[in-house]
């Protein structure tokens, strides 16, 4: 093998241990996060902040614009 080879094969490895650290780090802030959601959720109705507005529409796979307060009251319930 010569050197780009070698290069190569530890930049490959030295990748997929960052990537195994990185996964356990985000896990963690998505259930960080999810727990604000929540929180801000059960504060308040709508319209909430567009951050929460984001998320609610990933979450509910609809346009932050047609969701209405049963949607999040059936959210909350799950």
């Known amino acids: 093998m010569g050197q780009r080879r070698d290069r190569l094969d530890k930049r ?3 990748a997929k241990v960052t990537r195994q650290k990185n996964s356990l780090k985000k896990g963690m802030e998505r259930i ?3 727990k604000q ?7 308040g109705k709508l319209p909430y902040t567009p951050g ?4 609610l529409s990933e979450r509910l ?3 932050a ?12 319930k799950q």
Request: no cysteine.
């Open 37 to 43: 959601m929540f929180s801000f959720l059960k504060a």
């Open 12 to 14: 490959l490895a030295v």
């Open 65 to 76: 614009g047609q969701i209405t307060q049963a949607d999040i009251k059936a959210l909350l």
């Open 52 to 55: 929460v507005m984001s998320w």
């Open 32 to 34: 960080r996060r999810e």
């Open 61 to 63: 796979d609809k346009k």
